[in-house]
């Protein structure tokens, strides 16, 4: 067996694969990457591809950055992990520091935790027990909106709009309040509802949004004015506003957050995937100075939440970097100089008959095949046509979409956009 053969043989034999079918598992051959530089995944067999979603949306700065990788060995010789229970330690406090200062103005605090899913699970909690213990106890529900997608935990799940990714948990659930509609083409609708659902309802205690886009419902992309809309409905609501920006935030759109693009502040603000670059995992809650002050007191009310890897040295030293490289290295404005690069190609993808339907924003294009959303099969053809001319381009079902390293070249993006429209055509 060739070495590709004897680790998928293995893969089958002991992994349990994500979001993966057993038919698939056992059938599909998983693609078996050996090493990463710059926006290229080298295989075992030496073929590269290039990372059209940078790695589940989480390096936004390629794989192997020098300074990230030097980060990495310099912390894990002097510290690699101790607890922050009743410790603390330099790299995650001036992490606390630099973040605050990168965040929408308004921002204060930063509590730790280790992915976009925890980083959502802690800002339900805290928003919850906001209320609880500061005079509003029949605020114990939250608003999410159709499509929404905020990880995989359960109460991340509770938020979700996204039936796959939810329906055979419901029996888990807590009970959210949902949006109904998810035409992002008329996203006035969804915050004409958000209006009612706020004027019948006086227990609510937060709404929960992926400003301006909703990466996993298909990169359905919606405008600044209503996201403008929804803070001010929350605020004369008297509701918390909780931006995931998991996705969004590290320049995705154009902007160092999305909520940028609104002149917002959130009063909780989640962030992972790009927070750590791609190199471990790590995510952040930021909160206002407001709702922080709304925990002073003693024990009874602490907000009592704390992972074993709060604050890890290694994935806070890493964060500390990444913000720095955003800083010295001008990523955003790289970023959006390549945006209209995007931007354009997708445009003109409009012209090949089995394109529906493309929008694009920042570092973000995408394509709809068809009108089947996750379900659909006609984006896996198109990946398996991209897999064989060199690009990694996973779809959320019938829509194909790119999301790459900021850090990408020109030339480079011209090559992905290529094996695109390529891979689109050769499928039409
Ligand atoms: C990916 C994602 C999450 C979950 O992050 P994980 O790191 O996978 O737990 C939450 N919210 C949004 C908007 C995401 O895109």
């Known amino acids: 067996m060739t070495p590709r053969e004897t680790i998928i043989a293995i893969d089958r034999e002991f992994v349990w694969r994500p979001y993966t079918s057993h038919v698939d598992h056992q059938q599909k051959d998983p693609l078996v990457i050996e090493r990463a530089s710059g926006v290229y ?98 605020k114990n529900r939250f608003i999410s909106l159709a499509g929404a997608y905020h990880g995989d935990t359960l109460g991340a799940v509770s938020l979700g709009g996204v039936d796959v990714f939810r329906a055979r948990y419901g029996g888990l659930l807590f009970d959210a309040i949902h949006t109904s509609h998810d035409d992002t083409e008329h996203f006035d609708r969804v915050v004409e509802q958000v209006a009612t659902l706020l004027q019948a309802h006086n227990d609510v205690c937060a709404l929960v949004v992926e400003p301006l886009v909703q990466g996993a419902a298909g990169m359905l992309i919606w405008a600044p004015e209503h996201l403008r809309a929804l803070r001010d409905l929350t605020q004369k609501h008297n509701v918390l506003l909780i931006a995931d920006e998991v996705f969004t935030g590290y320049g995705r759109t154009g902007k160092m957050w999305a909520c940028d693009y609104a002149n917002i502040t959130p009063d909780l603000l989640c962030t992972a995937k790009g927070f750590s670059g791609g190199v471990l995992p790590m995510a952040a809650t930021l909160a206002t100075q407001n709702v922080y002050d709304g925990f002073s007191g003693g024990l009874d009310r602490t907000l009592m939440h704390g992972h074993s890897f709060y604050g890890n040295p290694l994935g806070a030293a890493i964060a500390r970097e990444v913000l720095a490289i955003y800083r010295e290295e001008n990523i955003i404005a790289h970023g959006q100089a390549l945006g209209s690069q995007i931007a354009q190609a997708f445009a003109e993808l409009r012209a090949l008959p089995n394109v529906v339907r493309t929008r694009s924003l920042g570092m973000i294009g995408a394509a709809d095949l068809g009108g089947d959303g996750y379900r659909g099969a006609r984006g896996w053809a198109v990946y398996e046509a991209a897999r064989r001319l060199g690009a990694y381009l996973r779809p959320l079902g019938d829509t194909v979409y790119i999301a790459p390293p900021l850090t990408i070249t020109q030339a480079e993006l011209a090559e992905l956009l290529h094996i695109v429209r390529e891979s689109i055509r050769e499928v039409a």
Request: aromatic share 10%; proline share 3%.
């Open 41 to 138: 995944l080298y295989d075992v067999d030496g073929r590269r591809y290039i990372d059209a979603n940078g790695s589940w949306w989480v390096c936004n700065l390629g794989h192997g950055h020098p300074r990230l990788v030097r980060a990495l060995r310099e912390q894990s010789e002097k510290l690699a992990h101790c607890s922050m229970a009743g410790v603390t330690h330099e790299t995650a406090a001036l992490l606390a520091r630099d973040l605050v200062a990168a965040a929408p103005p308004g921002m204060a605090r930063a509590f730790f935790s280790d992915d976009g899913s925890t980083a959502v699970e802690v800002a339900v909690k805290i928003a919850y027990q906001f209320w609880q213990q500061n005079g509003h106890k029949e």
